[in-house]
């Protein structure tokens, strides 16, 4: 019979994952969803023809559970659940902050639990899901975790001591990457360009440089000092980057990311 994987508090997260497994090839009829209001539950059962049932229900008839509700709610959905988790069901946490060991003390002894960090991407399959082990979970726990994700987008292991960073860097990347197209955008307005203009002109140069990023095999000095051209624009732009400190800005945010992430290892925010 074929494994049956339950979306535990199906938000955006969990809903751009289970969206991603059904256009990889999951069956509707091997998924479960649960969530917290009915119309949201109907909403799920209409959009993606998936049975939504009630945490306690996700439990029994599912082999893998993946919780993705927010990190401060993850104790009281644990208080719910743990007394119908048999401990031969894999828990993968998509939760920030909170660590494996949250879950193993609440859970049966031995439950196998693994902990991903996604991001939103996955609702265009170019996710990143970073992946650790618990301290029950074997090699093949971590392969059917790699299999979930990869459908959603690239996946890599790490060692759950380095999750908050990874959390930082690639769970609130994109958010980085909004930010500074909307800065640039009222640039453009700034410099005179309309609105639609301006922003079609740096998203195309988002994906241009991404894309370069990813294939041409080139560090990111060379391909930035490819476009810097001598007395040219790019270094008086760069030139104001620097005064104000923008590199010094990054390496501050996302430490600070890093730290609320840790800060969210205690469940209760
Ligand atoms: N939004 C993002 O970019 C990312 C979020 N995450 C993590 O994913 C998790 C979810 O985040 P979002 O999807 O943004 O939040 P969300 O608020 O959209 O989704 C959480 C859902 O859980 C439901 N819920 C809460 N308690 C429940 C319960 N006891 N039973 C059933 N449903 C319950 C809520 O009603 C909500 O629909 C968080 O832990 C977050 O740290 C991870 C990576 C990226
Ligand atoms: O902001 C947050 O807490 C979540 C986790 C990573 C991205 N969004």
Wanted: proline share 5%; hydrophobic share 45%; aromatic share 4%.
């Amino acid at each position: 019979m074929a494994q049956k994987v339950a979306v535990l508090g199906t938000g955006k997260i969990g809903e751009a994952l289970l969206s991603g497994m059904i256009r990889g090839g999951w069956a509707p009829a091997d998924l479960l969803v649960t969530a917290r209001r009915p119309e949201r539950a109907a909403q799920l059962r209409e959009r993606y023809g998936v049975d939504a049932v009630t945490n306690a229900e996700a439990a029994a008839a599912a082999d893998t559970l993946i919780l993705t509700v927010k990190p401060q709610d993850m104790g009281t959905l644990l208080t719910e659940l743990a007394p119908h988790v048999p401990a031969d069901r894999l828990v993968i946490s998509g939760a920030a902050g909170v660590p494996t060991a949250f879950f193993e003390e609440r859970l049966a002894a031995g439950t196998p639990v693994v902990r991903v960090m996604t991001n939103t991407p996955a609702l265009v399959d170019e996710a990143m899901s970073v992946i650790s082990a618990g301290t029950h979970a074997t090699g093949d726990h971590l392969r059917r975790a790699e299999e979930i994700f990869a459908g959603v987008g690239k996946t890599l292991r790490v060692p759950e001591s380095q999750q908050d960073a990874a959390t930082a860097l690639s769970g609130s990347g994109p958010a980085y990457f909004y930010f500074l197209v909307e800065a640039m955008t009222d640039a453009g307005i700034l410099l005179g360009l309309p609105r639609d203009k301006a922003h079609d002109l740096i998203v195309q140069a988002a994906i241009g440089a991404a894309v370069m990023l990813r294939d041409s095999g080139e560090h990111p000095v060379k391909l930035r000092e490819n476009v810097t051209s001598p007395a040219g624009t790019t270094i008086n732009a760069i030139r104001e980057l620097e005064n104000h400190g923008v590199r010094a800005a990054l390496l501050a945010a996302l430490e600070a990311a890093r730290d609320r992430s840790r800060e969210l290892a205690s469940g209760n925010g």
